[in-house]
């Protein structure tokens, strides 16, 4: 049974880092392009990034103009886990975040196979 469980989020600070998880179980995350989204109150789903494998020890990522620059990922082979990296956090980042499985950027990733339940981020001072 495929599942993505998101963990990790919680209310900072303006300028604080969180590190989000997301770990898959009934497919392999570290070989499947993986993409987190995020959705504020009242807003749409909006596409944070995106990484998938590109060589035999070689990543690619793809961020939103947003993220460059302070969101990253990682991730955990051991443990089928992908990592996002959040730093120098701000209240417009407030949302919850989503990671997905399987999705092409031919459709921005929205086209995922999976998705998980998301974790809630909240910036504030």
């Known amino acids: 049974q495929v599942r993505l469980v998101e963990s990790g989020g919680g209310l900072v600070q303006p300028g604080e880092s969180l590190k989000l998880s997301c770990a898959a179980s009934g497919f392999t995350a570290i070989t499947t392009t993986m993409s987190w989204f995020r959705q504020a109150t009242g807003k749409q789903r909006e596409f944070v990034g995106a990484t998938w494998k590109s060589g035999e020890n070689a990543y690619s990522n793809t961020y939103a103009n947003f993220a460059k620059g302070r969101f990253s990922f990682s991730r955990d082979k051991t443990r089928n886990t992908i990592y996002l990296q959040m730093n120098d956090l701000r209240p417009e980042d407030t949302a919850v975040y989503y990671c997905?499985?399987?999705?092409?950027?031919?459709?921005?990733?929205?086209?995922?196979?999976?998705w998980g339940q998301g974790t809630q981020v909240t910036v504030s001072s």
């Open positions: 997905a499985g399987g999705g092409s950027a031919s459709q921005r990733y929205f086209d995922a196979s999976y």
